[in-house]
């Protein structure tokens, strides 16, 4: 079946800094979806992207989609400890969504 | 817009009883919900697909007897966890699903529960 993988696991980032969390699927994907969860809270969608090699940004957030639809990456630039939580890629999965491990970033000042 | 709620927010319950906990849509009709599970620090685990109206589909391992859905209108699906064990301790949580298209899923805050 689909598989969704995330990588690192963790991200521990100097505020301030850039980093790339990486989301790869075992399947091509017709979308890929992120969210954000924030520690003790749940899961809120942030963007979903569509088009093969497709850009979108969020203020200081990068989200890209591979040219063959199968990889995803979310960069953020000038890390704050408001991004502190854990960022899962999903994707379509039939009906379903099928998430990936999540990369879980703190935030050292 | 698209806000899910859930209720309790945490519960707490002596092993062998049967807690249900509730999902609601507030602002838009949801016709399919997702249960999902989560342990400390993993990944949402997907229980099942509630769908309003029929009977929900269950993922693979996942005891339909034990982990009773509802899905009775199309803003309220209920999860029961039937004589619960210590070991049914986990963060429940549903979501529903968008209907802009797109289908993104809403998530509701979760339900913390606790078997001793």
């Known amino acids: 079946g689909q598989q969704v993988m995330q990588i690192p696991q963790y991200q521990h980032v100097q505020e301030g800094e850039d980093f790339t969390t990486y989301c790869n699927s075992s399947t091509t994907l017709s979308n890929i979806q992120w969210y954000k969860q924030r520690p003790g809270g749940h899961p809120v969608f942030l963007i979903q992207?569509?088009?093969?090699?497709e850009v979108k940004k969020q203020k200081r957030l990068t989200f890209q989609f591979g040219e063959a639809k199968k990889n995803s990456s979310l960069h953020i630039t000038a890390t704050q400890t408001t991004d502190v939580g854990t960022y899962f890629c999903a994707g379509p999965n039939d009906y379903k969504l099928s998430f990936g491990a999540g990369t879980t970033v703190t935030v050292r000042a | 817009g698209a806000v899910v709620s859930q209720h309790p927010s945490w519960v707490i319950c002596k092993s062998g009883t049967s807690v249900k906990i509730e999902c609601r849509s507030l602002d838009f009709q949801a016709t399919t919900m997702f249960w999902y599970r989560q342990f400390p620090k993993q990944s949402l685990m997907l229980m099942a697909t509630s769908n309003e109206g029929s009977k929900a589909t269950y993922e693979q391992g996942v005891e339909k007897d034990k982990f009773l859905i509802n899905h009775a209108s199309l803003t309220l699906s209920t999860l029961t966890v039937t004589s619960a064990h210590p070991e049914d301790s986990s963060f429940y949580i549903c979501?529903?699903?968008?209907?802009?298209?797109?289908?993104?899923?809403?998530f509701g805050p979760g339900t913390r529960l606790t078997v001793l």
């Open positions: 979501s529903a699903a968008g209907t802009s298209g797109k289908r993104e899923q809403f």
């Open positions: 992207l569509v088009k093969s090699g």
